[in-house]
């Protein structure tokens, strides 16, 4: 099938901390027709799956770290091509959410469309008890969130309710770890206000939404899922537990079946 490209009309600026190095980056969003790609220090990293390098606790492409709210808000925004410049190998962590990326992104430019063969069959991936189910659709996704006995479940329709119902979903922060992770120099950049705080208790901090975990999943989950290059609105996707380590593999198969085509 036929999809659209865009790109940005021009450049677009934004400044921060590395989400988990805490280190001060600057970041110069330019317009591409080459798909999306990083750029640091004279090097450019692709955005595909099999540039990627980490998934702990964030997805690293080549040795730029925490790309996972970009893709998301330039996926939600159905931006295809991008050109990401950075002065630090890390994304800021801005408020936590995509929404600070969703704000700068505003101004686009078509490009010629291009043929996509979408998966002809229902794909699956699973560890223990994360799974992702993955279908040519129409955008319809859901993500199950469970921690110390919170469930909830977030469907959406994508990109439609991408800008009023994810993008400002914040990074989720266990009260028990985050001592932990913060020893073993992560989370540098968040503060009280850019995540929301999960505990035995419930809440630790005011969430903006009563499921805020659970459409922060899935925002991380649909910047995964763009390094495959399938646009979020010609799949229909559902989320059980799942983390960027299930989301990278469900990317790759994605892409690696696309390839086959």
Not at 11 to 34: F, I
Not at 129 to 137: E, K, M, Q, T, Y
Request: with cysteine.
């Amino acid at each position: 099938m036929r999809v659209r490209r865009r790109t940005l009309a021009g450049p677009v600026r934004l400044a921060g901390r590395g989400l988990h190095s805490g280190r001060p980056v600057q970041v110069v969003v330019h317009p591409g027709d080459n798909g999306i790609a990083f750029q640091h220090n004279g090097s450019r990293t692709v955005a595909a799956p099999d540039a990627v390098t980490g998934t702990d606790r964030h997805t690293t492409l080549g040795d730029i770290a925490t790309v996972e709210h970009i893709m998301s808000a330039l996926s939600g925004m159905e931006i295809t091509d991008a050109e990401i410049e950075l002065s630090y190998p890390e994304l800021p962590a801005l408020d936590g959410s995509a929404a600070g990326f969703v704000a700068v992104l505003g101004r686009t430019q078509s490009l010629e469309p291009t043929e996509i063969f979408l998966p002809d069959r229902e794909i699956f991936v699973s560890d223990r008890d994360a799974w992702i189910r993955v279908r040519p659709g129409t955008g319809q996704w859901s993500y199950t969130y469970a921690y110390c006995g919170i469930t909830q479940t977030f469907a959406c329709k994508l990109p439609d309710d991408y800008l009023a119902r994810i993008a400002r979903a914040r990074t989720i922060a266990p009260v028990h770890e985050v001592s932990a992770l913060l020893a073993r120099g992560l989370g540098q950049g968040l503060d009280i206000g850019s995540v929301v705080l999960v505990g035995p208790e419930g809440y630790g901090n005011e969430p903006r939404y009563p499921d805020e975990p659970a459409r922060h999943k899935l925002l991380d989950l649909v910047g995964d899922l763009a390094l495959s290059g399938i646009p979020a609105r010609c799949l229909d996707v559902t989320a059980h537990l799942s983390g960027h380590t299930t989301g990278v593999r469900m990317a790759r198969l994605i892409a690696r079946h696309v390839s086959l085509r």
